[in-house]
């Protein structure tokens, strides 16, 4: 069988039992990529989660167009981004037919109306885990003051003012604090 | 012809908005999650804030990776088939592209310090979305005034941030409590004479407002 078969298949039981998103792939991408079928070096992998992590977009997604590129170019990408993709693809349309089909009986809003909290609740944490990753570069329990990042805290408060009271759109702030950031550290001389 | 015209437009769009917020997600699922809500509810308003949440859910239960499976559901519910296959096109190709090119040169990319200070700031820009989101989104679930939305979110969040409770577990919980929940109602209904709840109500099918409908 040839590379980019065994990568296609691979990355449909990436797809496919990968439940939880991001970080729960990374365990099985190991699996197939470095110990089932060999295609790389953990030392290779550690490196892609590294890029995975510090470029946007889901990290199977980059690490399967990572793989794939290195092993077999763009064709490798496109089909091992494929294969990550077909089972989402199917699931999710199903789960949203039958979704669309239901969601006006008042018995599935009634069971639907206790999950919207949790949800709420649950990015709620994704962005504290992101704004202490920002402000302390830690988690929870690893806060401490020397840690504190003074550029970082200022950017957080500037950027969420202005997405309340001037509605700036999402993008151009995540963007723009790239930017003003970068200049700040470069201009005062630090490390970030 | 009209038709046919209008839902290329809404190709067309959603499959810009895709791109876009893709290619500026950085750091997992819910980040984009919560400026597809910023984009699709709040901009666009193609959708309410509820569908936003219940796709959220949907999304992250299922396997694959979320932002994938909630373009799934988003452009299904946009224009069918098509529209799921536009929105994953737009989700999965900025990704693909960026990664592609970096791999050719990803040890100097890994060791730039401009980039890493870069990436490290940024990181309080998508604070600040994702709390301008949770900010509305908390606030409406509060205007619910059911004691019991409010403690759940709460509560959903001690478990998750202080105990490190999975978000399948937390999401799971609450469905049995949404299903525990509707059979108390129905109890109470059939005690005072009411006709069942779970009849097809077709009013609220052509409406559905943004916030909880219970009292």
Known sequence: MSVLFQLFFAFIQVGLFSVGGGYAAIPLIQNQIVDIHK??????????????EMTPGPISINSATFVGTRLAGIPGAVLCTLGCIIPSFIICLTLAHFYYKYRNFSGVQTVLSALRPAVVALIASAG??????????SDLSGITLANFR??????????????????????????????????????????? | MKENKRSAQTLWQLFKATFLL????????????????KKFVEELKWLDESEMLDITAIAQSSPGPIPINASVILGYRMCGIPGSLIAILGTALPPMIIISVISYFYVQFRSNQIIATALQVMRAGVAAVIFDVVWNLA??????RRALYILLMVGCFVAKVFFGVE??????GC????????????????????SASCSKDHEAAAVTSDTVKEA
Not at chain 1, 39 to 48: A, I, K, R, S, Y
Not at chain 2, 24 to 35: D, P, R
Not at chain 2, 175 to 194: C, M, N, P, Y
């Open chain 1, 128 to 137: 504290l885990s992101i704004l202490l990753l920002g402000l302390f570069m």
């Open chain 2, 139 to 144: 606030r409406n679930v509060i205007h619910t």
């Open chain 2, 22 to 37: 893709s290619a500026f997600t950085f750091g997992g699922g819910f980040v984009i999650v919560s400026l597809m809500k």
């Open chain 2, 175 to 194: 469905l049995a409590v949404g299903i525990l929940d509707l059979v108390f109602q129905l109890k109470a209904e059939r005690s005072t004479g009411h």
């Open chain 1, 150 to 192: 003074p550029i970082e805290t200022c950017l957080f408060i500037g950027g969420f003012f202005l997405l309340r009271k001037y509605r700036v759109n999402a993008i151009a702030i995540i963007f723009g604090t790239g930017v003003v950031g970068t200049l700040a550290y470069s201009l005062l001389g630090m490390v970030a």
């Open chain 1, 39 to 52: 295609l790389m070096t953990l030392g290779e992998f550690t490196d892609l989660i590294t890029i995975a």
């Open chain 2, 167 to 172: 978000a399948m577990i937390i999401i799971l």
